[in-house]
């Protein structure tokens, strides 16, 4: 019965010699994922804030094409609006002047 009370608590501190060595395996294996996972999050966050600094840019470039464009329309209007009072002021003169000549 000595030889068999021996055996038993041998058994019990290799399984748990064995259970030891799987928990810090495991653990090991948790750590390294997670400094991986922390990597990669460090990455997205930084990938984010960048993408958000290039829509803030291409928001403020859109305000500045929108200001030019606005510029622009209103001039050409200006200028069309010219162009038909000089075309009538034109049409006009032509009319006095072929009405003078009669």
Do not use: H
Not at 36 to 48: A, H, N, P
Not at 61 to 68: P, R, S
Not at 73 to 86: A, F, G, P, R, V
């Amino acid at each position: 019965m000595l030889g068999g009370d021996r055996k038993k608590p041998r058994n019990e501190d290799q399984r748990k010699g064995i259970d030891d060595s799987l928990k810090d395996e495991l653990l090991s294996m948790l750590t390294n994922w997670k400094k991986d996972q922390d990597l990669i999050l460090s990455k997205l966050c930084s990938d984010i804030a960048e993408l958000k600094q290039q829509n803030a840019n291409i928001q403020s470039t859109n305000i500045e094409m929108e200001k030019a464009l606005t510029f622009i329309s209103t001039q050409y209007e200006d200028m069309n609006t010219k162009i038909i009072n000089l075309e009538r002021e034109r049409k006009e003169n032509y009319n006095v002047y072929i009405e003078s000549g009669k």
